[in-house]
């Protein structure tokens, strides 16, 4: 900053200039933070409105976030828009990338999971799926999907229990009915 500048705001703000660095430093960072954040919701709402070119370019913005937050986040939606692409083997490789930042993001490892799923890659969804569960054992959707994808892989009697348990977790939303509906499609079948 230059030094006129930094007498200025020492008159107006009657403090010294070493203040006037330090608050100054600070509100770029903040400032800096809120614009990686914009770019990371704007393309967000991007990529609901389908326009994944446009996504992409706030991405590739948010990437040179200096926060670790930042850069999950991106990796993060990132897996989300490659997944609405149907690219999944590059949104199982964002998901994957927003687990090494964070390997307890459930977003990320329930993520991967779909991505796998979708390529027809069964065990290693179920694994995703199952690590989910571990993580946050009340979230209704990775019970959901743990038992759907154990019940596509002929593994019944298991993948009912979960099953089960999402009906448990989500009594009266949506995904207690699906699971109410797979419970119903597989009974009798062992």
């Not at 705001?9 to 990686?36: D, P, W």
Request: include cysteine; hydrophobic fraction near 40%.
């Amino acid at each position: 900053m230059a030094a006129g500048m930094i007498a200025l705001l020492c008159l107006l703000t009657a403090c010294s200039a070493k203040t006037v660095k330090t608050k100054t430093s600070a509100e770029v960072l903040l400032n800096e933070r809120m614009a990686a954040s914009y770019r990371i919701h704007r393309a967000i709402a991007r990529t609901e409105a389908s326009r994944y070119l446009e996504a992409e370019e706030d991405f590739k913005w948010a990437d040179a976030s200096a926060s670790p937050e930042d850069r999950l986040e991106t990796a993060i939606n990132r897996g989300r828009l490659r997944l609405r692409q149907k690219d999944f083997d590059r949104a199982e490789s964002e998901f994957t990338l927003a687990m090494s930042l964070e390997p307890k993001s459930v977003p990320a490892v329930m993520g991967r999971g779909v991505a796998r799923e979708s390529k027809g890659e069964m065990a290693a969804a179920a694994e995703d799926y199952l690590e989910a569960v571990h993580l946050e054992p009340k979230n209704a959707q990775a019970n959901l999907r743990l038992g759907l994808v154990l019940v596509t892989m002929k593994k019944y009697p298991l993948g009912r229990r979960y099953l089960e348990r999402a009906v448990e977790l989500d009594p009266e939303g949506e995904i207690g009915l699906k699971a109410r509906v797979l419970l119903e499609s597989t009974q009798g079948i062992k």
